[in-house]
């Protein structure tokens, strides 16, 4: 169970906080907002249906059997929302794992990392999964192409593609069309579901069943989850809770950047991954009327309790900019108790017999009150538990939440276009044909910026 309260915004919790009506102006839009979300949930706003897809789960299950009796090694392809799922769950419950079955995300192209890689693992006992959307991510393509002749050169053709598996459109670029030429298996990212939405597709659920995730329980929760942010009564939806804090945050109380720090190692990880959800999702020049609006909400990524001695500084008493997404995991936390190691010593005395977990609960409700205490913004998400459903469930969350946010602020979420004259400049210099336009106009820039 995740719950999401807003109390951190308002008077008298937060020092210099709003008055409880402020919520009243920001309802009719959300409500406009989910409506509007819910009406395209069968065109093209994907994500909510993909926890209840089961076929999919059966045929994630079958091919990671496969893989599993080829490859003790899978190495993942894929960048942006074609990677950094996958990454968040992995990283969740990495030390819980069985580590026959390894998984290395290759989310660059800095040759170091690859090429290391390489040398370590062996061909015979490797897999690859390449995932991209649209087959034309040239990060993702150059990786596969180094990858396929890896596998090719050692153990042939048809090995190689028996280790290969594709996660891509299902009906077109070149990924679509390879898997059809050359027979490689090939898994949908449903037309409907973007990059960063994708998560709970075959994008982050291959690589999490081949590391031994309990990946029907993460789709289960995500599914009990879509229930709750697809309720029309906005007080029973904790995406329309979450959606009216970061807007409040923003629009009322001037606050630019939303930080995302769980108490929980754990959940490190799912701070990338809520970065890039925010950023790509918001961050857009123009409105959906087509004029320049400049929107956004800076995501920042921290951890408790170990940002409070690196961030946590300039979120009291630098700008007040910040709001702050504070995670807490309620209960289901290791037993560690600090034992009576210098019992006489006055310093530490004070922490014999307390369990590690009530350090770090202690350490996020002081955090807490700082920053309320200071005026900065708190919104709280509490994790009862953290475990594969509730994981699936807090994805569920920030996408349907960020959806919502983006209507509200009158964007479009989903897509991209500020990436796409980057990607095609990239191209351009690389000499794909089609992008002479772009290669000059690149060439024009840099003639103006001596010493890059
Ligand atoms: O969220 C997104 O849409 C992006 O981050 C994409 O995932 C990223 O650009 C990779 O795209 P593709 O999957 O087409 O390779």
């Known amino acids: 169970m995740i719950t999401v309260a807003i109390d951190g915004l308002f008077a008298p919790a937060l020092e210099g906080g709003l008055p409880r009506d402020a919520l009243d102006a920001v309802c009719d839009e959300l409500r406009h907002a989910h409506r509007e979300l819910m009406s395209r949930r069968d065109a093209d706003v994907g994500f909510y249906d993909v926890p209840t897809q089961s076929e999919v789960l059966r045929a994630v299950h079958a ?18 929302g074609s990677s950094m799922g996958g990454q968040a769950i992995l990283a969740a419950f990495e030390p819980t794992l069985d580590r026959s079955f390894r998984v290395h995300f290759v989310d660059n192209v800095d040759p170091d990392t690859l090429g290391g890689l390489l040398e370590r693992l062996e061909p015979p006992r490797t897999a690859v999964i390449a995932v991209t959307k649209s087959g034309e991510t040239v990060e993702t393509l150059a990786q596969l192409l180094i990858l396929r002749r890896w596998l090719r050169v050692t153990l042939g053709q048809g090995e190689m593609r028996a280790r290969m598996t594709f996660v891509t459109d299902p009906a077109k670029g070149l990924l679509h069309e390879l898997a059809q030429q050359e027979g490689i298996r090939s898994f949908a990212i449903p037309a409907n579901v973007g990059g ?11 690589p999490a069943a081949f590391a ?17 942010v697809t309720a029309d009564e906005l007080t029973d939806n904790p995406a329309c809770t979450l959606a009216a804090g970061a807007v409040l945050a923003q629009q009322r109380l001037g606050r630019q950047a939303l930080v995302y720090m769980p108490y929980s190692d754990a959940l490190r990880h799912t701070g990338q991954w809520f970065v890039q959800l925010w950023a790509e999702s918001l961050g857009k020049r123009q409105n959906r009327l087509g004029q320049e609006v400049r929107a956004g909400q800076i995501p920042i990524a921290a951890v408790g309790a170990t940002d409070q001695h690196a961030q946590l500084q300039l979120f009291v008493d630098g700008p007040p900019v910040f709001a702050v997404l504070l995670l807490d995991v309620a209960t ?15 310093e530490v005395g004070f922490l014999h017999g307390r369990d590690l977990a009530e350090v770090l ?7 807490r009150a700082a920053l309320l205490d200071a005026g ?21 969350l920030l ?30 210099l690389l000499g794909k044909p089609g992008y002479e336009g772009e290669r000059e106009r690149l060439v024009a820039r840099e003639a103006k910026t001596p010493g890059r």
């Open 63 to 80: 091919e990671v059997t496969r893989l599993r009796s080829l490859a003790d090694d899978l190495i993942v392809l894929g960048i942006g």
């Open 196 to 206: 960063r939405y994708s998560v709970l597709t075959p994008v982050g659920l291959l």
């Open 212 to 228: 031994g995730v309990d990946v029907d329980a993460l789709l289960a929760g995500g599914a009990a989850m879509v229930e709750r």
């Open 332 to 346: 289901g936390r290791a037993k560690l108790p600090v034992p009576d190691e210098l019992s006489d010593r006055p």
């Open 361 to 367: 609960a202690a350490e996020r409700r002081a955090t």
């Open 376 to 396: 900065t913004p708190v919104i709280d998400l509490r994790l009862e538990r953290l475990d594969a459903a509730t994981l699936g469930g807090l994805f569920v």
């Open 399 to 428: 996408e349907a939440a960020c959806a919502c946010t983006g209507i509200v602020m009158g964007i479009n979420p989903f897509d991209q276009p500020g990436v796409e004259v980057g990607k095609r400049m990239a191209l351009g």
